[in-house]
């Protein structure tokens, strides 16, 4: 443990594949922390609680009576309890209002909802996300406008309007690359690229400009990365990475059409994401040539201490 | 046999998982056919060769020194023999002059290559499509330019000019629809539908009203399959024909773009596909409001029967 302050709060990123805890001071700072696997679709034998004790147990024998506050898919229909959609946009301050509680040992897990909207026969959810941009607005101004991506299996696309989640949209683009490369006829022309990161490789810029740059649907251009490679237009080491910055070039296409009026100034573009998505998001915004940063790492833990700090005394009985 | 004149001709239609064989008499009339699931990736023992006598063999026993001639993947690289890709545009004369001959008994078969364009960093290809194209002509006034669609896996949008194949593009919305209804997370909370066909249930017109009517990249909104079927706003019955209308939709709406200026007046798009797919994609047309028409079944064996006319004398020892 190495906080000098006393431990206040167990923070838990809790999703589908892994499980993060942190142990956190009064002030948010991170005490200690560990991750697992497992996810809430890999639970220990004993199901959450269980799973629960074998990787905080060691903090809640040590300091009795943490705070402990969960985000992420363990709020979901298929979590451990489901903690409704709030409807967006929602402020840190309604989202710390709504959190629900589960039992655990003689107190509770407070779980964070997640965000849902619906209008104008669109609609779209999220669980999980909304904690780790309210994290990451402790490294941005919140009196202006700001804009953060997370990339990953489904890449999300938040706009914040101070401490408010004003609107957001998804992208299932890292399951369409996983699909398209492993399942379908257009990725069956692939070869190993070799050990340089996608973003790398000579593919990414092309597929990128691609994807960025035209006009048209992504579903248009699809077919084209069967085609050049058909054509030996693409090296057969090349098509995952031109298919990778395709697909993210059509992604960053439509998102700057619907947050980044091309008129006006922007504030640079907040990337959440492990370290070797983040590089490839990086490096897509500087071939689009718009700025970016990168959040710093545990931003789900800073947004769950923000949460929790704006819901004390919200909520009666927690920890013990 | 049915016809009354003299068979002059067989046509094959032979794709990846099929083969129809047509006799052909010397006006283009057809006297017989068959529909075999002897597609190039499931051919009989003893491959092309054998496969095509199981088929052919009795018209050639009663009519020796028929001409043959094959169109489709049997002309890919994965085929009898590589029929290397024409540039896009191509005359029908100057399809017929590059047929590529196989040996075949004492005679040979003469493979119609495909079709190929890449210009600004895009590319296309195709292949039997071009030959359904040609035979569909015979339908509408060649005076001006006409628009086909083939839907499936690959669908296919090609725009003629006379009876020269002017541009073509390709939508791999078949594909892309097989990908994630039954491979994705997007499709994991559907349901059978029951009976009715995709585009008579009611979330196909909801799916291509989103497609097609409303800005913005598919990639962008299959995402809402998931968050609207979550959410209860499309039922778990409904969200196969959500997501065929939706593609078929954002199909239509790039399609147009490319195809169908806004401001001018357009004849009548003609669809070239089996039955069902035919009805889905005039249900589409109708609910965009976009005139169509249904190409009369068998355009390969009309396309053959053009190019063979055109061929006739080009080729020096065909048949037996």
Redesign the interface.
Known sequence: VRCVSTPALIALDWGTTSLRAYLLDESGQVCDHQASPLGITRLATGGFSATLDGVIGRWRAAHPGLTIVASGMVGS?AGWVEAP?LPCPVSLESLAASLVDVPYHDGVVQIVPGL?W?Q??????MRGEETQVLGALSDVATATDALFVLPG??SKWVRTSGVTLAEF?????G??YE??LT????GQLHEDGGDLALHDQAGFA?GL??GFR???????????V???A??G?IKATDVAAYLSGL?IG??L???F??FVPPAKAHPPIGIIADPALAQAYAAAFALAEVACFLVRPDAAARGIAAIAGNSAGNSAGTGA
């Open positions: 229909r959609y849902a619906h104008r026969g669109e609609a779209d959810v299996t489904h949209v998804t992208y299932p683009t399951e369409m699909l398209l399942k379908s006829t257009l092309r400009d691609r035209h006009a048209g649907d992504s579903l248009g251009k699809l077919f084209g069967r085609a050049r058909l054509l237009d697909l059509s992604e296409r439509d998102a059409v619907r």
